[in-house]
């Protein structure tokens, strides 16, 4: 068996397949993301995991892309974690930027991106992978991101930035401080997780012109940033993964055709396109029925 397993920092989705590519089962674990995650945490989080574990001895493959996952050292860190619980498995893992360039890839060339708990984008030509920015994670950049919208929404919150009607609704859903935020942010691990968990929010008040603004602000940035960049951009579709390009896909297309790019399409999770992709362009089922 095979499992297919795309992660962000937030959530994974695996995916185990037979011999004949047929789903035997899926499940969905927290993220694994090397730069916060070590291997003895994905080792103990996966070996908890007790609806995969009759599979655990007859995985032969994992296809594991994930989040931080960018160059050998952390590849290493996520490698070593998955081989301690799939121990008869030849384990392969990259970077979710890959994931979402092979799932959003119908045979032409692309720029793909990623809109969830972080930010990202690369071309895809069907045969290389380029990125031409780097990312700069929840810090520094993630523009359009789950974090991106939830830091936007904490600060202006705290600053008694918001409109009156969202202060308040904001106070009655979290009853949070900026005490506890503070705690959150600088002293507890996880930060980025914990500023995208407000994006729910601006998801819940979608329709409100001040989170349409926002949102729109923050793909306008991105696209600025992480679109623009490519010498291909007014050639190629411009694709999208994640929860928030999701969520806010009419803004989105807006703010694509605003910067003068062709919007192609957006899907939410990679891993069912993804299988996909593995089953007819990489042959993976001739991995198995080799062993």
């Known amino acids: 068996m095979i499992f297919i397993a795309e992660s962000g920092s937030t959530k994974c989705d695996w995916v ?25 945490l994905i080792r103990h989080k996966l070996s908890q995991e007790r609806g995969m574990r009759p599979y ?3 995985v032969l493959k994992v296809w594991f892309y994930g989040a931080g996952c960018s160059t050998p050292e952390l590849q290493s860190i996520v490698v070593d974690g998955l081989q301690q619980v799939f121990t008869n498995a030849d384990i ?6 890959n994931a979402a360039a092979y799932a959003l890839y119908d045979g032409r060339p692309e720029i793909a991106c990623i809109l969830g708990t972080g930010s990202n984008s690369c071309y895809f030509d069907g045969y290389n992978v380029r990125e031409e920015v780097p990312a700069l994670a929840y810090v520094l950049g993630d523009e359009g991101s789950a974090s991106w919208i939830g830091k936007r929404l904490v600060a202006d919150y705290l600053y008694k930035r918001l409109p009156s009607d969202l202060a308040c609704a904001f106070e009655d859903t979290y009853r949070t401080s900026k005490d506890e935020v503070i705690q959150r942010v600088y002293n507890e691990p996880h930060a980025n997780v ?18 349409r603004a926002m949102v729109a602000n923050g793909f ?14 007014h ?25 003068g790019f062709t919007y192609g399409r957006t899907q939410a999770k990679p891993v069912n396109l993804l299988v996909k992709y593995h089953i007819e362009r990489l042959r993976v089922l001739e991995d198995l029925k080799k062993v």
């Open 16 to 40: 185990l397949i037979n011999r004949d590519g047929e789903e035997v089962g899926r499940w969905n674990t927290m993220g694994f993301n090397p730069y916060f995650h070590s291997s003895d």
């Open 56 to 58: 655990l001895d007859q």
């Open 92 to 97: 392969n893992v990259d970077h979710d930027l």
């Open 194 to 211: 914990y500023l995208a968990s407000f994006s729910r929010f601006a998801g819940d008040h979608a329709g409100h012109s001040w989170i």
């Open 220 to 233: 306008a940035k991105f696209i600025d940033i992480h679109v623009r960049c490519f010498e291909e951009a």
């Open 235 to 259: 050639d190629a579709e411009v694709n999208f993964v994640g929860s928030v390009a999701k969520q806010f896909e009419d803004i989105l297309k807006t703010e694509v055709k605003k910067a």
